[in-house]
């Protein structure tokens, strides 16, 4: 999960008004620990905000993940772009079968960030490091 003040900030600084219907999206990524898609943000919050729009959320999303606010994971199985408000590098689990994103934080991948940083002079935002599979639920389902 992110913090608000940065996403909202992020907002800021892409020019983009701090609208309540953005600052509902905002709230929403800093709040689940769900790996959401666009549509899945505008299905939670729509009755909220009756004149939000699936363009808006899509502008929204892209504006953070431009600014590295938040990282565009792709799809998980589903055909549908999911995003993760967790920029701290970890490893994504995706299962191809009920389409569900969980994080696994490895000391690992903090090692790897920094040789990747220090080998190639990038400021990194982030790290995207996605596994597909089937989780145990499935597995057990599979049986």
Request: aromatic share 6%; glycine share 6%; net charge negative.
């Amino acid at each position: 999960m992110n913090d608000i003040s940065i996403l909202t900030k992020a907002l800021q600084h892409s020019g983009l008004r701090l609208t309540p219907q953005r600052m509902a999206i905002c709230e929403l990524l800093a709040a689940t620990d769900r790996h959401p898609t666009a549509l899945w943000i505008y299905e939670q919050l729509r009755p909220r905000y009756p004149s939000l729009s699936l363009a808006t959320v899509y502008h929204t999303l892209e504006a953070l993940v431009g600014l590295g606010a938040i990282n565009e994971l792709g799809s998980a199985g589903d055909g549908t772009v999911h995003y993760d408000a967790n920029v701290q590098p970890h490893i994504n689990l995706a299962c191809v079968s009920c389409h569900r994103v969980i994080d696994l934080p490895s000391e690992h991948i903090e090692h790897v960030a920094s040789e990747v940083k220090d080998a190639s002079g990038y400021r990194l935002f982030g790290a995207r490091i996605l596994y597909y599979g089937l989780c145990p639920e499935c597995q057990a389902k599979a049986i």
